[in-house]
């Protein structure tokens, strides 16, 4: 059965950096798209930033753009996001998503930024 | 950014009932290759999401086929036949077919 598990959420000051780790297992990892999703309470779920199986295509939604930056090792069956200049606004459950023919959530990590 | 609204966003339902939820679109999800990329998420309390259809109506391995989509251009629907215990919580509908991707608030489905 496969799965993700991701790690590295923490309290952070505004402004500050942090990255987020996913580690995928039980599926060929390189054969998926991979993406970050967030939980906020005012705004529900949002996309944040998916990339495609070589890494050659990064997307990311408008209110990251700029600040994160979402990338992949296919070696280590890992993914990562990058988050500089956050803001209170990025508090949310960060979540890893493998999407192919099937399609696998983590349990999250929550990243709080608050001085 | 494609606007998802869901209907209705509390749905209460007597065990073994027919259940419905609607998912609008503020623009055609047909995609340029003649595809749809509307999906539907459930969320258990205190777990992650889960996909159960993806494409309009394709299900996911594993799950019961009292789960159907249907829908097109703007308008989508999810259905479950008969309601039972283990389907409480929190679905959502999301399109892939315009960047970003963006999901619909989400529908609180409970037992009566």
């Known amino acids: 059965e496969g799965q993700v598990v991701e790690s590295g959420g923490a309290l952070v000051q505004p402004g500050g950096s942090l990255r987020l780790s996913c580690a995928g297992s039980g599926f060929t990892f390189n054969t998926y798209w991979m993406n970050w999703v967030r939980r906020t309470p005012g705004k529900g779920l949002e996309w944040v930033a998916n990339?495609?199986?070589?890494?050659?295509?990064?997307r990311y939604v408008d209110s990251v753009e700029g600040r994160f930056t979402i990338s992949r090792d296919n070696a280590q069956n890992s993914l990562y996001l990058q988050m500089n200049s956050l803001r209170a606004e990025d508090t949310a459950v960060y979540y890893c998503?493998?999407?192919?023919?099937?399609?696998?959530w983590g349990q999250g990590t929550l990243v709080t930024v608050s001085s | 950014d494609t606007v998802m609204t869901q209907s209705p966003l509390f749905l209460p339902v007597t065990l073994g009932q027919p259940a419905s939820i609607s998912c609008r679109s503020s623009?055609?999800?047909?995609?340029?290759?003649?595809?749809?990329?509307l999906t539907w998420f459930h969320q258990r309390p205190g777990q992650s999401p889960r996909r159960l259809v993806y494409m309009v109506s394709d299900r996911d391995s594993g799950v019961p086929d009292r789960f159907s989509g249907s829908g097109s251009g703007t308008d989508f629907t999810l259905k479950i036949s008969r309601v039972e215990a283990e389907d409480v919580g929190v679905y959502y509908c999301?399109?892939?077919?315009?960047?970003?991707?963006?999901f619909g608030q989400g529908t609180q489905l409970e037992i009566k």
């Open positions: 998503l493998a999407w192919g023919p099937i399609s696998f």
């Open positions: 623009q055609s999800l047909l995609f340029s290759d003649g595809s749809t990329h």
């Open positions: 990339i495609n199986k070589d890494a050659s295509i990064k």
């Open positions: 999301m399109q892939h077919s315009h960047w970003p991707h963006t």
